[in-house]
């Protein structure tokens, strides 16, 4: 008999590891019986998959009976014909509209009942109790599952199941016969598979991976042609794939680690996570799973301080495209809970104890500020455990006053080292994300400044981050009370001596790597080496003097070379060069769908100022319909001119980024700033006129490598045109880097469920606040004990938490909502619900205190003065029109049962220019007075409307649609009888033409600018 090298082999040989068994072990056997105690997985059967679900039937069932057959017998109580279904609908209504992850952190709340759905896996300081929980998860697996109810023969290889929930679904291929998880595997998915159907649908399953014995491919959102699958790869010799496994296939190590339990229930409470926020709608937002160097270095790093404390220093060499931003908020969120295998552990307190006190992030990243304030108020049940420090004042109280995460800037490092001495009795982690700080000069200057330095601009813009840090903790002796994790793609060699491991012979190695070339080889960045182009300078300089003294030979040409490259004639002759070759080969070729992007990188403020200038001059022969940015740091003084960035470009210089990104600016001029830390996908061309080497080079040049496959951008798009420097010293640069609404049926009260789980979110309070303000309250207790904790709320809301308007608004409005749904139903539910109590009564009194902006109101004398009237007017479209109406009976919906805010669905929103045309057009016809009157009265009665003594509580203000209608039609009214004495005809239209008037009511609301919601 020979071996069995299919499919169905290695579905077996899956099947096998995870569950001790397989079906062609079991053929005749009914049910196995496997114990879900052990670390084996249960063995399903398919007959068992529920298609309208996703669910395995049996283990789901299986498990709330064995876990929470209370909770479930208080449900068949209040509902003996259908608690099933309810629970099945309750399941299904909210895992599409929040996703797998949220139901399996959060559970299931029906009615009086909260159902949980996932066990989580024990802490060290964990009690028993939770070890007994975890173990009671039901782990299965399935093969051959028939998803698709449209089509019962259609079946995925494989899925794993949670409880009887899905959670990963796998297509398995075999290369030796012919097919692979990079083609047919990905095919299969994109093509073959409905992904219409509740098991494909986005967030419905963690992930779906394709699998052979080579390599494993994953996606968290099957979108038809368009998927996109990245490689779940350990890497080999530095690139793509994976290493030979001398115990079984190369991808062994998903099924024999990965997929264990206790792995996946890490990967779903430490990983996996959502972007935005549940307010936005599920198919607008982003399921992150971890890659495998991902999720590799987050556990190596906490393994690693569990056995062997505080006080080591980490290097972390990934490669740009490795998505440093998730592996250091991951890692960060695990660094606050990590414990010590032993007291014998350095920094230990227990071992039921975390290691470290606070952990500290430095970043001049803002998107990874924010990252890092989404990702934590996913994971963690406590809300208020970030501070941002920008002063040094607010970094020594938030250590002081023990913030779990402290996020502050690379200029503050000095202040950080410094307090971490003086707090000798405290533990700290310092993770320092180095290699996206220099966009911002500023960083550069303040840096300067604390180190004593002169606040030279040139100067501070060549300033390097890691030489900074690295001499900042030389001048002090580091205590043992804190470690240090260094995230950057390029480390020096100083930095790999300070962070790196020391090896038996004497040599400094990273912690971990995830190199260069595995990132262009597995897709993430692309080759900016592909398409180098070197030009070479020669020069012809006349004496201006007849002597002829002697110089030091190299530094007369050095100063030659300066002093030809920087004259204005010699940078005229190369930006014409720049922008013949940028407007041929980049623009009119249309690359990346006539989306694509220059740089020119010049040596220094003044020569990017002459450029910029000649770049200009040249561009308005052209009359190509784009412009050109510069961007450096500080005032630079030529001929007698002050110059600055937001000075020559017309706009502040924190706009620069947001508006190179619009399709009116294709060129961008820099001398430093934005030479790293720049993500630009749609940059593909740049133009070097500045001497690049070592760490310089790749972080420069690297500004082209960001994938963008939304703009089909390809490795043959790149292009470098270098002025500067050989090919040979750019290869000697990059090679240290490269590896190495009758009522049709009752208001849904579960979602109150759903407005709490929102409420709770922002971390505008925390629950013990709540209780506390109760037990206060109905004690009795005097006003002011109550007022602390409602101010510290509502000052959390209005300013602490630093909530954009939108945010406060979403807040306010479902706040709101919640009163007001509770106050309607409490007296009609039956059952009690002390926590809606609660809240009830906190957000009774926390609502008048939370101040948010209405941003329509701003608007109204924007618009005013922005439009001319003179063509304004109004027109009839109909004149004594009959409306029929409807004789059939009509059937209201109760209130809407899903949770209101300011997120939900978009605002229709027109120019100014449609406004005004759309009203001409329509409008004016029928009101004969001359177009500066008619101007005149208009905004006269706009005014009159809001200075109404009616207007701001009874329609600005007045959230119910109906009465806000009748309010405004009251108003109107009055106004206009107060002014028929002045325009006759025009109260005669308004009185006695129905189309008019309703045109005019809608004209004045929308000049208003408080259109109905």
């Known amino acids: 008999m020979v071996s069995q090298t299919n499919e169905q082999a290695l579905e077996a040989t899956i099947e096998k590891q995870l569950t001790g068994t397989c079906l062609e072990e079991l053929k005749g056997v009914k049910e196995p019986n496997l114990d879900h105690y052990s670390d ?470 990273p912690f971990h790597l995830y190199s260069m070339k595995q990132a262009i080889e597995e897709g993430f960045i692309l080759d900016v080496l592909t398409n180098y182009t070197t030009y070479k300078s020669y020069y012809e300089i006349e004496k201006s003097i007849s002597d002829n003294p002697l110089f030091d030979t190299q530094k007369a040409q050095k100063k030659l070379r300066a002093f030809v490259e920087r004259s204005k004639q010699t940078i005229a002759v190369k930006a014409e060069i720049m922008l013949d070759h940028f407007l041929n080969q980049v623009v009119n070729s249309k ?60 706009f502040s210089d924190n706009d620069t980024s947001e508006k190179f990104d619009s399709d009116e600016y294709r060129l961008l001029v820099v001398a430093n700033k934005y030479l790293t830390g720049f993500d630009q996908p749609k940059l593909c061309t740049m133009y070097v006129d500045k001497k690049l080497q070592h760490v310089l080079a790749v972080q420069a040049l690297s500004r082209l490598n960001r994938a963008a496959p939304k703009w089909g951008k390809k490795t043959e798009d790149l292009f470098v045109l270098d002025f500067f420097n050989s090919i040979e010293d750019i290869k000697q640069a990059f090679d240290p880097f490269y590896t190495a609404t009758s009522l049709s049926h009752a208001t849904d009260i579960n979602v109150l469920h759903e407005l709490k789980d929102m409420l709770d979110e922002p971390g505008i309070y925390e629950w013990h606040e709540v209780e506390t303000f109760n037990q206060l309250y109905f004690k009795g207790s005097a006003a002011e004990l109550l007022s602390p904790i409602i101010d510290l709320a509502a000052d959390r809301f209005n300013v602490q938490l630093e909530l954009d308007n939108d945010d406060k608004v979403d807040f306010k409005i479902k706040a709101k909502q919640f009163v007001k749904i509770y106050s309607q139903m409490a007296a009609i539910i039956p059952f009690e619900m002390p926590i809606w109590e609660k809240l009830f009564w906190f957000l009774k009194f926390l609502i008048p205190k939370l101040k948010v902006k209405d941003p329509d109101m701003d608007k109204l004398d924007e618009l005013l003065e922005s439009v001319d009237l003179n063509s304004y007017g109004l027109q009839r479209v109909k004149l004594n029109h009959k409306i029929q109406l409807d004789t059939e009976d009509a059937e209201l919906d109760p209130q809407n049962a899903n949770p209101r805010g300011a997120h939900t669905g978009e605002s229709e929103e027109s120019t100014l220019d449609d406004i005004v045309n759309m009203f001409n057009e329509r409008w004016f016809q029928g009101w004969s007075i001359t177009p500066e009157d008619q101007r005149v009265k208009f905004i006269s009665i706009v005014q009159d409307v809001t200075a109404h003594k009616d207007f701001d509580m009874k329609y600005k203000n007045n959230h119910d649609p109906y009465n806000r209608e009748l309010a405004f039609e009251r108003i109107m009214r009055e106004i206009m009888l107060e002014n028929r004495q002045k325009d006759m005809q025009l109260y005669q239209l308004y009185a006695h033409d129905p189309a008019f008037r309703s045109a005019f009511l809608e004209s004045i609301k929308r000049q208003v600018g408080l259109l109905s919601k």
């Open 591 to 650: 690359k990346l769908k006539g989306k694509a992007k220059g740089m020119v990188v010049t040596q220094n403020i003044e020569s990017a100022i002459h450029y910029y200038f000649a770049l200009n001059e040249q561009l308005k022969q052209f009359n190509y319909p784009f412009k050109i940015l510069i961007a450096f740091s500080g005032d630079k003084e030529i001929d007698g001119i002050e110059y600055s960035e937001a000075s020559i470009n017309g």
């Open 40 to 509: 084996y997985y249960q063995l399903g059967l398919a007959s068992d998959f529920n298609a309208q679900y996703a669910i395995d039937n049996h283990f789901f069932w299986s498990f709330l009976h064995n876990t929470q057959a209370n909770e479930l017998n208080k449900l068949q109580k209040n509902h003996p014909h259908d608690w099933q279904r309810k629970v099945l609908d309750r399941f299904d209504k909210l895992i599409k509209k929040y996703g797998i992850i949220h139901l399996l952190k959060k559970g299931l709340a029906i009615d009086d009942i909260h159902l949980t759905l996932m066990y989580p896996v024990p802490l060290a300081s964990s009690g028993e109790q939770v070890h007994n929980n975890f173990a009671q998860n039901i782990f299965s697996c399935t093969r051959q599952v028939r998803y698709s109810q449209l089509n019962p023969l259609q079946e995925i290889d494989m899925v794993l199941f949670i409880n009887g929930i899905a959670i990963i679904t796998l297509e398995l291929k075999n290369p030796w016969t012919g097919q692979t998880a990079q083609y047919h595997g990905q095919k299969q998915y994109r093509e073959d598979r409905d992904i219409n159907q509740p098991l494909l649908t986005f967030a419905r399953c963690l992930v779906h991976m394709t699998v052979d014995t080579d390599e494993v491919y994953m996606t968290t959102k099957l979108a038809g042609k368009d998927t996109v699958f990245l490689p779940f790869n350990k890497g080999n010799n530095e690139g793509k794939g994976n290493p030979v496994n001398p115990s079984g296939h190369k991808t062994a190590y998903l099924w024999e680690s990965i997929f264990k339990k206790a792995s996946i229930a890490n990967i779903i409470q430490h990983f996996v996570r959502l972007d935005g926020s549940s307010k936005d709608l599920l198919t607008k937002r982003m399921l992150f799973f971890p890659r495998y160097h991902q999720l590799d270095v987050v556990r190596k790093l906490i393994e690693d301080v569990a056995s062997r404390g505080t006080g080591h220093t980490y290097l972390i060499q990934h490669s740009a495209g490795s998505g440093k931003s998730n592996s250091i908020t991951w890692a960060a969120y695990q660094l606050i809970e990590v414990c010590p295998h032993n007291n014998s552990v350095t920094g230990a307190k227990g071992i039921d104890l975390p290691l470290f006190d606070s952990v500290i992030v430095v970043t001049d990243r803002r998107l990874l500020d924010k990252q890092l304030r989404d990702n934590i108020s996913g994971f963690s049940e406590v809300k208020n455990i970030i501070a941002h420090a920008q002063k040094s004042s607010d970094l020594k109280a938030a250590l002081e006053n023990g913030k779990k995460i402290i996020i502050t800037t690379i200029q503050k490092f000095q202040v950080i080292v410094d307090s971490i001495n003086d707090l000798s009795d405290k533990r700290f982690a310092v993770i320092i994300d180095e290699a996206h700080s220099s966009q911002s000069g500023s960083a550069h200057d303040n840096m300067n400044k604390t180190m004593g330095k002169t606040a030279n601009v040139d100067t501070n813009e060549n300033e390097d981050i890691q030489d900074v840090i690295i001499k900042t903790m030389q001048a002090r002796k580091l205590r043992g009370n804190a470690s240090y994790f260094a995230f950057t793609a390029t480390p020096k060699n100083i930095t790999l001596e300070k962070f790196g491991d020391q090896q038996a012979d004497g040599t400094f190695k």
